[in-house]
């Protein structure tokens, strides 16, 4: 609180007159800051998944181009402090609370991760639980953790922050991609149940925009997850799709199954992957086979997650 001390020898007038222009002048310098405050440009925010197109996730047909779709929503950071959920709709991201630029002259930092989850911080943004996933492609969105950062001023982004391109948002986890060949003893086949157990492989990622790095919460390890789908093959190939987080050991990764046929029931095989490591932002496809009562997985195929990275396909 503002407060004008004066000399006990100032006239009655003078005071009254010296008070009302000391709180004009403080009044109007508030006004000018509200003002100046009011002035400040709106932000806003382009967001794609690490492709050339400045779209809207989860929608499309390929697991390597995905796009936003409608009611996603991400969460913005500004130079390390959290600015509020943003919403699509409509092809536009639209912010829960009006968000504007800090400055029109400095650069500023953005960070932003998809899914928007509320509890999540600056320096620790952390995964979904993995274990409940049922391996479907359209069940992919609720699992995956994709991270974004980008540095500009508001003249030369022109006042609309661009995750896009190069800067684009980037898968923060790894992804196994099981296919099921439907050919052979597996033909007439239901799939009952498919598990994958290794070391923490589904344990939470927490990811930092401090410094750019994730760790796995050691807490509690989650080593396993298994799904049910029921599948029936019926002579057609079957692709499950599993978000794990990205593995740096060599303990193995054990692929169980368990199948029925019209000569046997709950016929369960175990094998192993024979990949043992799985790196942040790429997709491990393996082909699995039934021949003479044994499992038999081909070498993986192992490429980048990103559209917009291409590499060429690599095969162990």
Not at 196 to 202: G, M
Request: glycine residues 4%; hydrophobic residues 35%.
């Amino acid at each position: 609180m503002c407060k004008l001390n004066l000399p006990n020898n100032f006239s009655l007038f003078s005071k009254s007159l010296l008070i009302a222009l000391f709180y004009m002048f403080v009044g109007c310098s508030s006004e000018d800051e509200e003002d100046l405050q009011a002035e400040m440009p709106e932000l806003k925010i382009e967001a794609s998944i690490y492709s050339d197109k400045i779209e809207s996730r989860y929608s499309g047909s390929s697991i390597k181009a995905l796009s936003f779709s409608q009611d996603d929503s991400i969460c913005v950071f500004m130079d390390g402090k959290k600015l509020c959920k943003w919403s699509l709709k409509n092809n536009k991201w639209n912010p829960s609370s009006n968000s504007i630029w800090a400055d029109t002259i400095n650069s500023h930092q953005f960070d932003s991760f998809y899914p928007y989850n509320e509890n999540c911080t600056y320096d620790s943004v952390f995964s979904a639980s993995l274990v409940t996933q049922n391996g479907t492609f359209a069940n992919l969105n609720k699992y995956d953790l994709l991270v974004a950062s980008k540095s500009t001023d508001y003249k030369v982004s022109k006042g609309i922050v661009s995750f896009t391109g190069e800067n684009g948002f980037k898968h923060a986890l790894s992804l196994i991609r099981i296919n099921i060949v439907g050919s052979g003893e597996f033909a007439n086949a239901t799939i009952n149940t498919i598990k994958l157990s290794s070391p923490r492989l589904f344990s939470t990622l927490i990811y930092s925009f401090e410094d750019n790095k994730s760790q796995i919460d050691t807490s509690i390890d989650l080593n396993e997850l298994t799904i049910s789908p029921n599948h029936q093959m019926n002579g057609v190939s079957k692709e499950f799709f599993i978000i794990t987080t990205p593995k740096s050991t060599e303990s193995e990764i054990k692929f169980t199954i368990n199948y029925s046929t019209p000569l046997a029931t709950n016929v369960e095989k175990v094998s192993s992957l024979s990949d043992h490591y799985l790196k942040t932002g790429f997709i491990y496809q393996y082909n699995i086979h039934l021949k003479d009562g044994n499992i038999d997985i081909e070498e993986p195929q192992i490429t980048s997650w990103e559209e917009g990275n291409i590499i060429e396909d690599i095969y162990l």
